[in-house]
């Protein structure tokens, strides 16, 4: 019997704000347990919540990037569930109206398109951090009332690798966006995953199952891979799923019962008294849509029809936004798209991916690099030249111009000092000169090597061989 | 100086500061020496601080000196036990907040020491505002200071009992389903709700976050007027707050009249079961209106019959969630079972923190909440509570002011109602629906039953009318004087 997968993604996103959801903190990270807190984050008696306009406007952004319906009239409620990293003992959520319905990720699985659909896509307040010791736990209040978007999908996804996909892709978009650092290591980007099989042919979805505690995207797929076989097996044996959420424990490799239905929390929700209602008008919606960049898939196409480089290339250069604006900066710059895409393909991204930095801690400049491209496109220097000069860059900045004037780089392209140095290395290389008038086409390489060594580097290469093959008459 | 802090008002202590008859600090002594004196039967008071309070009036006087002339300048306010002062505890009268000390203040607070009030004394009240009778405090009972075998009404008994016992001058309370107007009732003083959203809660523990409001009980209209004046108006820390102006109160009572008021007597409010005195009462003063030139007319509020389980619900709901906080892993009470698991933690701190009627109502909140009765009860009463407010609006359109009891009975006697809940819940009959609705309410005293207990006249106004509202309520003052 062949199973059918049906996977949906619950993806909480910590948005991109100055301060916390509800209260003045700032998002500040490195600061030492319990400092980054107040009256209102801590849930003090008397403490009332304030709406931060600005997640709000991230929220609604990334809604419009994904094709959402925005909600003009939205509310928060309260999620009421004891645990002592909550510490008013509820969550302020959004249960009846979120802020953004519908929507959905267009990703690729097998190689053809797929809509991947959003259910919708609401905002939140976040719980504190707990760490477990041997023989106590501590909490962290800092992380408290941290805003977070929870994008909840559509169990449109048939296997581990639609599940990548689409989180990669949404990811992608929602950098993109600015709206997150969507940084898997500072937790700013946490998926629950439910799962479910069923017989093919059959149309109805199995029964759900969630799991939750997976911090990275290679934990997803292993739980669900994990999850999807430990289901096979179970109705394959004549079993029947029961529903219930389970945990994924990296260390054991599999999913753990957390509970089961009957044990399910009532989270009771209702709506939230402090809080007014979100009432958005056009104007606002249309205001906060001008302020999108373009999707990636969009800029793709844009790149291929406006620098006409290959589609690869145009993939590569719209991967990430950083990468992409170095890409059109540059070529603002002066230099050629072509040649920009090749060196970024090449040179840029083996620099950055050996060096492990971000295109933003770099003293390299759209400039600077532009400007080493179009001495090279100008003949000014050659290439073994400019990839000398560009680690250096790369590492330090610099003018390239002014260092290759300084140093006395500039390719030489006067021809009377390559006819001095060609009549050199025809005298001391009989041979070599032998075989290539004897049609070997290899050895007016070796010669015009030998011309580079003489200039140290800086002869045009291709007016050497033009001079040799004229001095020797050929 | 011998300053008689029972006949002492907000405006007579500022004119007195202003004429230099007296300094703050002289007014606070007088109000610390009445308290030491006269609170020892009420017990109105749970904590007072002496060296703060007189901290704050010597402020005063400097700020006085230095050119300050504001009605609020110097004059001492007992504080409900709800409110947030920095520095001084904050126990809602429960044990589960023994020894919580307030980390910063409410927003009434600091509105009061801008215009110079010293938060001097925090009074009793209702475990978390959780009654109608005082009764329901963890530490003490306060008893009516009009008839000592009497409750003071609740769930601002404390402020009520202070002001009534001579031992402040004004007071604070909040009022969530009468909590200010009933009290104010049964021991004679003048109780004020305003509009929800006309003062800021922050900083004001929450029992019902939709209905909570915050208001004076005072010894006159007058004083209703300059305290609401002086806590009123938007706060950055609280949505809620609706951005309106802030009228001068005070000012704007000058003339009042009952000249052409239109006064709305709901039917539904003049119902059996109730004490024959208090209605007689309340019919009488409503024919002095009357006869004073208002225009009495007959209305009728056709959903009031199902405010008392609307409120009981909404209100219930909403605490449950307000005060699952309260469980012993940040502040306040903790008991851990030899179990010593996390659930033992919250069970016992919670079962042992809180008293009786706070646990009875935590109870049914949750229970209102809860999958599969969400929408029978909680649900229901938002609509039925949108009902109400309509009743009103409606009600609005043809009357100025609605007429009405504060309760149905005068002050009872203590322990007559602590284990029959239902009596006590339907003794909020008449004040409910003004927090459903959000309008506001003042409670003005009336008249008195043949045991020379006080009973209030409960005036109603629209949302945000209270200038309307006051100068009714002064009118009347003066009718009935």
Redesign the interface.
């Known amino acids: 019997m062949k199973y059918i997968v049906s996977i949906g993604l619950e993806t909480h996103v910590q948005l991109k704000t100055a301060t916390k959801m509800f209260c003045g903190c700032n998002l500040s990270t490195d600061c030492p347990p319990n400092t980054n807190i107040c009256p209102v984050c801590m849930g003090l008696p008397g403490a009332l919540p304030l709406m931060n306009k600005e997640a709000v406007k991230l929220t609604v952004m990334s809604g419009l990037m994904l094709g959402c319906e925005i909600s003009k009239y939205s509310k928060f409620d309260r999620k009421n569930y004891f645990y002592p990293d909550m510490v008013k003992n509820y969550q302020i959520s959004q249960n009846t109206h979120p802020l953004c319905i519908g929507g959905g990720v267009d990703i690729t699985a097998n190689g053809a398109p797929k809509h991947i659909r959003i259910n919708h896509i609401h905002l939140e307040e976040d719980a504190a951090k707990i760490n477990h010791y041997a023989r106590h736990s501590g909490i962290d209040y800092n992380r408290c009332g941290t805003p977070l978007m929870e994008i909840v999908s559509e169990p449109d996804m048939s296997s581990p690798d639609e599940a990548m996909e689409y989180l990669t892709t949404l990811k992608q978009i929602l950098v993109y966006a600015g709206v997150s650092d969507c940084n898997l290591e500072d937790g700013n980007m946490r998926s629950d995953v439910n799962i479910s099989i069923r017989p093919e042919g059959q149309e109805q979805l199995g029964t759900k199952i969630e799991i939750k505690n997976m911090n990275t995207f290679k934990g997803i797929y292993a739980a669900l891979e994990h999850e999807i076989a430990r289901q096979t097996a179970v109705v394959s044996a004549g079993g029947v799923i029961q529903q219930e959420t389970r945990r994924w424990d990296a260390d054991l490799g599999e999913t753990i019962t957390m509970r089961t239905k009957e044990n399910a929390h009532d989270y009771r929700y209702f709506p939230e008294p402090d809080l007014l209602p979100v009432v958005l008008d056009d104007e606002t919606i249309d205001s906060w849509r001008k302020l999108l960049p373009e999707l990636p898939s969009q800029k793709k196409d844009r790149f291929v029809e406006q620098y006409a480089i290959p589609e690869y290339d145009a993939n590569v250069l719209s991967a990430q936004l950083p990468v992409a604006d170095f890409f059109e900066k540059t070529i603002a710059c002066g230099a050629q798209p072509k040649m920009v895409s090749n060196w970024i393909m090449t040179e840029l991204l083996r620099l950055l991916g050996e060096s492990g930095k971000e295109l933003a801690d770099i003293p390299l400049t759209p400039e600077s690099f532009a400007s080493l491209l179009k001495l090279l496109d100008k003949k000014t220097i050659n290439m073994p030249t400019a990839k000398e000069l560009f680690p250096e860059l790369f590492e330090k900045g610099g003018d390239p111009e002014a260092m290759v004037k300084e140093r006395g780089l500039g390719q030489v392209s006067d021809s009377g000092a390559i006819e001095g140095f060609a009549k050199q290395v025809i005298e001391a290389n009989p041979k070599v000169v032998e075989d290539f008038l004897g049609g070997k086409g290899p050895a007016l390489q070796f010669l015009v090597g030998q011309i580079m060594k003489l200039s140290r580097g800086k002869a045009n290469p291709q007016m050497a061989a033009e001079v040799i093959k004229k001095q020797l008459g050929v | 100086m011998d300053l008689d802090i029972s006949k002492m008002t907000i405006a007579a202590a500022a004119d007195g500061m202003r004429a230099k008859d007296f300094s703050s600090v002289e007014l606070t002594q007088a109000v610390l020496k009445a308290i030491k004196e006269k609170d020892t039967e009420v017990k109105a008071y749970l904590t007072v601080d002496e060296e703060g309070a007189l901290a704050g009036a010597k402020e005063a006087d400097d700020r006085r000196a230095a050119g300050e002339s504001g009605d609020m300048l110097g004059i001492p306010v007992a504080m409900k036990d709800i409110?947030?002062v920095k520095g001084q505890p904050?126990t809602?009268a429960s044990k589960i907040?023994e020894g919580?000390i307030?980390?910063?203040d409410?927003t009434v607070t600091r509105k009061l020491r801008e215009a110079g009030a010293i938060p001097a004394g925090r009074v009793n009240m209702d475990e978390f505002a959780m009654g109608s009778s005082t009764e329901h405090s963890a530490f003490q009972i306060t008893r009516n200071p009009v008839a000592l075998d009497r409750v003071p009404g609740g769930s601002s008994g404390g402020s009520a009992a202070a002001v009534a016992g001579g031992t402040a001058i004004a007071s604070l309370g909040t009022d969530t389903g009468g909590s200010i107007r009933s009290p104010a009732s049964y021991c004679g003083c003048v109780g004020l709700k305003p509009s929800y959203g006309r003062v800021s809660?922050?900083?004001?523990?929450?029992f019902?976050?939709?209905l909570d409001q915050v208001g004076p009980i005072v010894k006159n209209v007058e004083d209703a007027a300059i305290l609401l004046g002086a806590i009123a108006g938007a706060d950055?820390?609280?949505?809620?707050v609706l951005d309106r102006e802030v009228p001068d109160y005070r000012a704007a009572l000058a003339g009042a009249s009952l000249k052409g008021l239109r006064i709305g007597v709901p039917k539904e409010y003049f119902i059996d079961g109730c004490d024959p005195e208090v209605m007689a009462s309340v019919r009488k003063a409503i024919d002095m209106c009357a006869n004073a030139g208002a225009e009495v007319r007959e209305i009728s509020l056709p959903h009031t019959e199902y405010a008392i389980a609307v409120y009981y619900i909404c209100a219930t709901?909403?605490a449950?969630?307000n005060l699952?906080?309260?469980?012993g892993?940040?502040?306040g009470f903790r008991k851990v079972g030899p179990e010593a698991t996390?659930q033992s933690l919250?069970d016992r701190s919670r079962t042992d923190g809180f008293g009786k009627e706070v646990k009875r109502r935590i109870i049914l909140g949750?229970y209102v909440?809860?999958?599969g009765y969400?929408d029978a009860y909680?649900n229901r009463a938002l609509k039925a509570r949108t009902l109400i407010r309509n009743d009103f609006q409606k009600a609005f359109e043809s009357c100025d002011v609605i007429m009405t009891p504060v309760a149905p009975t005068a002050a009872y006697k203590l322990n007559s109602t602590v284990n029959d809940p239902l009596k006590a819940y339907l003794g909020d009959i008449f004040t409910v629906p003004a927090n459903l609705a959000g309008i506001c309410g003042i409670s003005v005293p009336c008249g008195k039953t043949s045991e020379n207990l006080p009973v209030g006249l409960q005036l109603l106004g629209p949302a945000f009318g209270e200038v309307e509202l006051l100068r009714a309520a002064a009118a009347c003052e003066k009718e009935f004087a």
Do not use: K, M, W
């Open positions: 409110f947030n904050c809602c907040l919580y307030a980390p910063f409410a809660r922050y900083g004001v523990t929450a019902a976050s939709s950055s820390h609280d949505q809620t709901a909403e449950s969630a699952a906080r309260f469980d892993i940040r502040y996390l919250y949750t909440l809860s999958s969400y909680y």
